[in-house]
């Protein structure tokens, strides 16, 4: 692999910047509409070149796409639509001689209906082995017509579904948090945890550095899978962080920590307490877990120191390192986030149409990239975020292709606005996504002004956000990287952030409206927007604005 950071004590993935490939949508090689590995490898220089240390691609494994692929049918193998493993394998190569780390997705929640093992256990009788990897639960009520428990699936609805029976009578029902597209595996299983193994020394003998593991809180029940109940602690509920789920976290670890050059796992962990979190970074459990906090967070100085304070105090204790991340393929692009008059978001964030005004978030979106690049740890950058793209909120219905949209009834339209391929160039077949030649229909489609916002138009205006994410990564990589992974606050006043770190770094943001002076003679290394000067003649720092510079001194 070929090496460009400077060597540094710390393990990469405590530091890394990693990017997130949404395969489907980041660049079609064949000319499909639909993204794939093909355009992935032609984009491997744009990624180097960004600044990187690593990628993490979503599900790229042969799936019925009921959920844009969390929902796996063979775990060994691509999607046609996406490509083939030696593709795939490929791809991780050439990679890592670009100096970039290869982080694969492991849905181990569940699997897709049209998995081998879901087929056989509906082909198989209400007793069949084949039923045991799953849960498979008679129904309650007199003839079994009602859900064995009052869980509901985090897509909406009933998290069960009964089946047919070979006869034609209805049968017994079977758990799935998400679609019904994606049966929960039965974690209790030892078939279920032999398999999982197995898949990940799979991917791990064809050199993927890490895992990104979906779901990680949701894998292990309660026994008895007990009823919520109409006032249930959100600490506490039956089918999240329930204690075995550590055990199967132990005995990964073991199996990467078997293989050399620095493996990782990252979790998606949503839980509502730190103390629960950081159980999951424990130091013979996963290495790290995304920071949903920052993302939930509103665009608010307070808010966010705090968020940072008690980030920074969750991992400490365990030794992680707290990573941050603004946006991803489930959320609400954070231009729009930050566009709008309540800023701060939650899963449940029904608010896809409120007014947002893209010109004030895009700036607070710049300001918050130099934030949280600047913050020790790692981070997440997910396709299209060094493009400052908004969330698309004007699909039209018949389009929309997120499960959330038809199982919420419509009060969800989901998630497929902040999914829209990637526009790469200001004209040719969907802007540069799909190859010239092709009919250029994306799976999605791009606004008709997303030219400005493609890559080529951006790497010719030194002020895009391309080229501030370009710059913030490469000064991130040769001066913080390498830093203790600490920072002091500095008190600035009501509305500003502002904190340094050893070597002299400093990092202000000013969330207030009110222009900020800078000491005399500060010598400013980035800005995320242009800066003004006071009557006394003192550069000022505008509001929703974040800079850096490093005091001069020895060395500097
Ligand atoms: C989390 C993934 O990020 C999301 O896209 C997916 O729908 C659910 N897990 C279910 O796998």
């Known amino acids: 692999?070929?090496?460009?950071?400077?060597?540094?004590?710390?393990?990469?993935?405590?530091?890394?910047?990693?990017?997130?490939?949404?395969?489907?949508?980041?660049?079609?090689?064949?000319?499909?509409?639909?993204?794939?590995?093909?355009?992935?490898?032609?984009?491997?220089?744009?990624?180097?070149?960004?600044?990187?240390?690593?990628?993490?691609?979503?599900?790229?494994?042969?799936?019925?796409?009921?959920?844009?692929?969390?929902?796996?049918?063979?775990?060994?193998?691509?999607?046609?639509?996406?490509?083939?493993?030696?593709?795939?394998?490929a791809l991780i190569t050439e990679a890592h001689a670009q100096g970039l780390?290869?982080?694969?997705?492991?849905?181990?929640?569940?699997?897709?209906?049209?998995?081998?093992?879901?087929?056989?256990?509906?082909?198989?009788?209400?007793?069949?082995?084949?039923?045991?990897?799953?849960?498979?639960?008679?129904?309650?009520?007199e003839r079994g017509e009602l859900p064995p428990n009052d869980w509901q699936s985090y897509f909406g609805g009933p998290a069960w579904t009964r089946v047919v029976e070979d006869d034609g009578t209805p049968g017994d029902w079977y758990l799935?948090?998400?679609?019904?597209?994606?049966?929960?595996?039965?974690?209790?299983?030892?078939?279920?945890?032999?398999?999982?193994?197995?898949?990940?020394?799979?991917?791990?003998?064809?050199?993927?550095?890490?895992?990104?593991?979906?779901?990680?809180?949701?894998?292990?029940?309660k026994p008895g899978l007990p009823d919520v109940g109409t006032a249930p602690d959100p600490a506490d509920l039956p089918y999240q962080d329930v204690d075995d789920v550590h055990d199967v976290y132990r005995s990964w670890r073991k199996i990467l920590d078997g293989y050399d050059g620095e493996r990782t796992f990252v979790g998606e962990v949503w839980l509502p307490t730190a103390e629960q979190f950081a159980r999951y970074l424990r130091p013979d459990e996963l290495h790290s877990a995304f920071n949903f906090d920052i993302l939930c967070c509103p665009w608010d100085a307070e808010a966010l120191r705090r968020v940072v304070d008690t980030t920074l105090a969750a991992h400490?204790?365990?030794?992680?390192?707290?990573?941050?991340?603004?946006?991803?393929?489930?959320?609400?692009?954070?231009?729009?986030?930050?566009?709008?008059?309540?800023?701060?978001?939650?899963?449940?964030?029904?608010?896809?149409?409120?007014?947002?005004?893209?010109?004030?978030?895009?700036?607070?979106?710049?300001?918050?990239?130099?934030l949280t690049l600047a913050l020790p740890g790692g981070v997440y950058v997910y396709q299209g975020d060094e493009l400052g793209l908004p969330e698309v909120r004007d699909l039209p219905d018949e389009l929309l292709q997120d499960p959330t949209f038809a199982r919420s009834g419509g009060t969800d339209r989901g998630r497929d606005g902040c999914r829209i391929p990637l526009p790469w160039t200001a004209g040719g077949p969907a802007l540069g996504f799909s190859p010239?030649?092709?009919?250029?229909?994306?799976?999605?489609?791009?606004?008709?002004?997303?030219?400005?916002?493609?890559?080529?138009?951006?790497?010719?205006?030194?002020?895009?956000?391309?080229?501030?994410?370009?710059?913030?990564?490469?000064?991130?990589?040769?001066r913080l990287t390498h830093l203790p992974e600490t920072l002091t606050w500095a008190e600035e006043g009501p509305g500003v952030l502002s904190f340094t770190r050893p070597d002299g770094f400093h990092c202000l943001t000013n969330l207030?409206?009110?222009?900020?002076?800078?000491?005399?003679?500060?010598?400013?290394?980035?800005?995320?927007?242009?800066?003004?000067?006071?009557?006394?003649?003192?550069?000022?720092?505008?509001?929703?604005?974040?800079?850096?510079?490093?005091?001069?001194?020895?060395?500097?």
């Open 1 to 89: 692999m070929t090496e460009r950071a400077p060597r540094t004590a710390a393990p990469w993935w405590r530091h890394a910047a990693i990017y997130q490939i949404y395969v489907r949508s980041f660049a079609d090689g064949n000319g499909d509409g639909v993204g794939d590995l093909a355009g992935a490898r032609d984009r491997l220089p744009y990624l180097r070149e960004l600044g990187v240390d690593a990628l993490w691609f979503t599900p790229w494994y042969v799936s019925p796409m009921a959920d844009g692929g969390y929902d796996v049918a063979d775990y060994r193998d691509i999607d046609p639509v996406f490509g083939t493993l030696a593709e795939a394998e």
């Open 101 to 141: 780390r290869v982080i694969v997705d492991l849905v181990p929640n569940h699997c897709s209906d049209r998995h081998p093992w879901f087929q056989e256990a509906l082909a198989g009788s209400p007793a069949s082995p084949a039923r045991d990897r799953f849960w498979f639960l008679p129904g309650s009520g």
């Open 176 to 221: 799935h948090m998400f679609a019904p597209q994606q049966p929960d595996l039965n974690w209790e299983h030892p078939a279920v945890r032999a398999e999982f193994e197995d898949i990940l020394h799979f991917w791990l003998r064809r050199g993927v550095d890490g895992f990104r593991i979906d779901v990680a809180h949701g894998l292990a029940k």
């Open 316 to 370: 400490e204790p365990v030794g992680a390192p707290p990573t941050w991340v603004l946006s991803n393929h489930d959320t609400i692009r954070h231009v729009t986030r930050y566009g709008r008059e309540d800023t701060s978001f939650d899963m449940s964030d029904k608010r896809l149409l409120d007014p947002s005004d893209t010109e004030l978030g895009r700036r607070r979106a710049r300001a918050a990239a130099l």
């Open 436 to 478: 010239a030649g092709s009919t250029g229909t994306p799976w999605l489609p791009q606004p008709a002004d997303w030219d400005g916002l493609a890559v080529a138009s951006q790497q010719t205006d030194p002020d895009s956000v391309l080229h501030l994410y370009r710059r913030a990564l490469t000064l991130r990589r040769t």
């Open 512 to 556: 207030s409206p009110t222009p900020h002076p800078l000491p005399r003679d500060t010598d400013v290394t980035l800005s995320s927007g242009p800066l003004d000067e006071d009557t006394e003649g003192r550069l000022t720092v505008p509001g929703d604005t974040c800079v850096w510079w490093w005091e001069r001194g020895p060395g500097a």
